[in-house]
Nanobody, 128 residues
């Protein structure tokens, strides 16, 4: 049984930092590209970045570029999202997903249907 579990969310003040983790079990982690998405209330799920099985990374949207970074540790079956200089507009539920095409992030990596497994999400709230 595949399980994908995010952790590390919480309440933080503007300008603070959080590191989200996503641990996957029941699958061969390094067979999959991994991605972070977020969804704010009333908005569509937004792709933040995808990282290939070998560590190749897609660009972040301008709204978080330079503040967020993605990484993975295949030995620990874990994906990370480092978030710095957080803003109230970063408040959302953050999700990780496993999928891609043969472990690589395709040009359509932002499409949610590209991912086979999803976590339940971890809430990030940034207070002003």
């Amino acid at each position: 049984q595949v399980q994908v579990v995010e952790s590390g969310g919480g309440l933080v003040q503007t300008g603070g930092s959080l590191r989200l983790s996503c641990t996957a079990s029941g699958l061969t982690f390094d067979d999959y590209a991994m991605a972070w998405f977020r969804q704010a209330p009333g908005k569509e799920r937004e792709g933040l970045s995808c990282i290939s099985r070998e560590g190749g990374i897609t660009s972040f949207p301008d709204s978080v570029k330079g503040r967020f970074s993605i990484s993975r540790d295949n030995a620990k079956n874990t994906l990370y999202l480092q978030m710095n200089s957080l803003k109230p507009e970063d408040t959302a539920m953050y999700y990780c997903a496993a999928g891609g095409t043969h472990g690589y992030c395709s040009d359509s990596w932002r499409r949610t249907e590209r991912y086979k497994y999803w976590g339940q999400g971890t809430q990030v709230t940034v207070s002003s």
